[in-house]
């Protein structure tokens, strides 16, 4: 919270990041609107770059490389890969 927020119910830039996730060259062919999907991830992109706001991007192994037409190189993003999808935690 700060003096421009006093109620804090906004976002601070300086706690919040961009998270991409699985958007690979196989997952993105077969995703159902994926046009859309995609016009939305690069206006998210082209955002956080024009505000300096952090960006991660996870890439599932064996999906292939983040679609090329996101333009992560001019993010200065390195994915992070992964083997295993994991929506819950194991109990």
Do not use: W, Y
């Not at 109620?7 to 991409?20: A, H, Y």
């Not at 699985?22 to 077969?30: G, K, T």
């Not at 192994?61 to 819950?88: F, W, Y």
């Amino acid at each position: 919270m700060n003096a421009n927020n006093p109620s804090g119910n906004l976002l601070e830039k300086t706690d919040s990041l961009l998270v991409i996730i699985d958007m690979q060259e196989r997952l993105v062919p077969v995703m159902a609107h994926r046009d859309a999907i995609l016009e939305n991830v690069r206006k998210l992109l082209s955002f956080a770059g024009i505000i300096g706001l952090p960006v991660v991007v996870t890439e599932q192994e064996k999906l292939g490389t983040t679609a090329v037409d996101l333009a992560l190189s001019r993010q200065r993003v390195d994915p992070i890969s992964k083997n295993h999808i994991q929506l819950l935690p194991h109990r």
